[in-house]
């Protein structure tokens, strides 16, 4: 498989390994509550998105089910705000600190490609297994971005690069070959993945008709298949009920059903029967081979009584109906065709072109804004919220977990809210940001669907959700291994359940202050209080409430002699050594 090399890879490869595990801190007067005082299980991050990233972990890992990024696009044209070069100060110092002082002679190339390895490691990792991310990108970075995906998701994973028309119409100033697309590439955790169907419009279910009062609208369809020479027991004539002309699949192709399937519904417009015909030629020629190698003593649908008696039955179905599956198109004096039925098609497949009516363009995303904003577009280079709503249609549930890490002006949380509106859907979303705007824009748009926002006829009904918001709190472990003092028991109690489960945490604090809970026949308990030192006694076992399944106990020491401990069925695990590292 080609890879891509560039300058300073070698110290990113695995430095999602080495980002250190941050403590999210909740800033309950930033976030909403809907009418139920809940969150909604949403999730606003401000800060590093690195670092928030690696914060989900414990909780998260595998868990999310669509991810949508529309990180920097590396233009060189603007600052680190989104769709710009990676010069910023912050990124500087962080390549400065993982890569050392050669970064200050990478390319602008290098630079993003650092910037992104360790980024869509963590994503990866967070996807679940029937997941997929987007990734919006243009031109720039573009045949970079595929190489990287390809050595981190798989080549076997990718599944698309969609072209977005962002654009509704050329502009004038354009040199060279105006670009009126953007892309985004398409990956999914694990092979084999396929996207949902689109809803189906009125245009579409509009080429269905019921001319002959049937239960359902239909339309007329292939009746036919591929694969004779391989299905020659479903090449054979059937006799046409109105002109008595033998009618063959079309060379190639085989009837789409078994012979007995076919013989009834050719039995719903008069009496048919199987006849042998001395037609091996005729079959032939359809198969593609030799009349001496055509299957033998494949009968025919034939008319069972004469040409006028089956005509004269078969006007009646003709003029009354409904009529067969398989029908006789131009009022009956046409070949064989078949029906497919509305209500059997499904939805439209998605493909990997998307027009600006169906999913929105540039100048919508920024009219959004500023109708969110009163007037104001605060954010540059916004997507609409119909594309994202597109992002999600095809990828997951409606109760699905939804990331996206490069938030800027949170058109992920708003189609996420959007859609639950429409729908009865309980997606959530997390979203992460690095730029101070996270709380005056990205967050402040989701406050503003929330409420609602607009005057007059312009005004738009506010929806019942909610979110948290979040600041990255303190290292979790300090540079020696020690947990850092700013660390609660909440804190700890639910990153060592994570490590332990992958399960998701329920706080068990009033049954037993220790108890973190029971998970795959083991109980779990975690004896800790910061600044003091905790130890695993007879006294402490003996007021553990759940007693019997084999017992893990994370504390500081313990007075009991590890053959007692075997006998007990207890596992002891000293604080903070044995605390898994994520």
């Known amino acids: 498989m080609p890879t891509l090399n560039w300058m300073g890879k070698e110290k990113v490869v695995n430095h999602h390994r080495d980002v250190p595990y941050r403590v999210l801190e909740r800033v309950p007067e930033k976030g909403v509550l809907d009418s139920h005082g809940s969150d909604c299980g949403n999730m606003i991050i401000h800060g590093d ?23 920097p696009y590396n233009t060189g044209n603007e600052g680190w705000v989104y769709n710009d070069n990676v010069n910023d100060p912050r990124i500087r110092k962080w390549l400065g600190q993982v890569v050392g002082k050669e970064g200050e002679d990478f390319s602008r190339h290098d630079k993003w490609l650092c910037m992104m390895y360790p980024r869509l490691q963590l994503l990866r990792k967070l996807l679940s297994p029937t997941g997929a991310i987007f990734i919006s990108i243009d031109d720039t970075e573009l045949a970079n971005l595929r190489l990287v995906c390809d050595e981190i998701f798989a080549p076997s994973c990718f599944v698309a690069d969609v072209s977005w028309q962002r654009n509704y119409s050329t502009r004038n100033d354009s040199k060279g070959i105006p670009a009126e697309v953007e892309y985004m590439l398409v990956y999914s955790k694990e092979p084999g993945w396929q996207p949902r169907k689109l809803p189906r419009t009125a245009e579409m279910n509009a080429k269905y008709k019921n001319p002959d009062n049937d239960v359902t609208p239909w339309r007329s369809d292939n009746p036919c298949a591929p694969g004779a020479a391989t299905h020659q027991g479903m090449v054979y004539a059937i006799q046409h009920p109105f002109t008595g002309e033998l009618l063959y699949p079309y060379n190639g192709s085989c009837w789409r059903y078994q012979q007995d399937q076919m013989l009834d519904y050719m039995n ?22 030799a009349a001496n190698e055509v299957r033998e003593n494949v009968p025919a649908i034939m008319l069972a009584q004469s040409l006028d008696e089956s005509k004269s039955l078969a006007n009646v179905v003709l003029k009354n109906g409904p009529w067969p599956r398989f029908f006789f198109s131009k009022n009956g004096k046409g070949g064989i065709a078949r029906k497919t039925y509305l209500d059997s098609v499904g939805g439209l497949p998605p493909t990997n072109l998307w027009a600006h009516n169906e999913v929105g363009h540039t100048d919508e995303a920024k009219k959004e804004l500023k109708a969110i904003f009163g007037g104001k577009a605060p954010f540059d280079t916004p997507k609409p919220t119909r594309l994202i709503e597109r992002v999600l249609q095809i990828s997951c549930n409606k109760n699905a977990l939804v990331l996206d890490s490069f938030a800027g002006s949170g058109t992920t949380a708003h189609a996420v809210l959007r859609l639950n509106e429409e729908d009865g859907g309980s997606r959530r979303f997390i979203l992460a940001e690095l730029d101070d705007y996270a709380d005056a824009v990205t967050a402040e748009r989701v406050r503003r669907v929330i409420a609602g926002y607009g005057e007059g006829n312009n005004a738009v009904v506010g929806i019942d959700a909610g979110f948290s918001y979040y600041e990255l709190g303190s290292v979790f472990f300090c540079s020696d291994g020690v947990i850092s003092p ?3 028991y909440p804190d700890l109690a639910r990153y060592v359940w994570a490590t332990e489960t992958r399960a998701s945490y329920e706080d068990l604090t009033d049954e037993h202050p220790c108890l973190l809970g029971e998970h795959a026949q083991a109980v779990y308990y975690l004896a800790w209080e910061p600044g003091e030192e905790t130890t695993l006694t007879y006294d402490l076992l003996r007021e553990l409430p759940r ?17 007692r401990l075997d006998e007990m069925n207890v596992v002891f695990k000293r604080i903070p050594d044995q605390i898994a590292r994520i």
């Open 49 to 71: 998105n690195l670092e928030a990233l690696k914060a989900l972990l414990p909780e998260y890992e595998g868990k999310v089910d669509c991810i949508y990024i529309d990180p």
């Open 268 to 289: 719903g417009w008069c009496p048919y029967e199987l006849r042998l015909l001395d037609d091996a030629d005729r079959r032939a020629q359809v198969c593609g081979i």
């Open 486 to 488: 700013d660390v609660t």
């Open 547 to 563: 007693r019997g399944a084999p017992t893990v106990i994370y504390a500081d020491r313990c007075a009991i002699a590890p053959e």
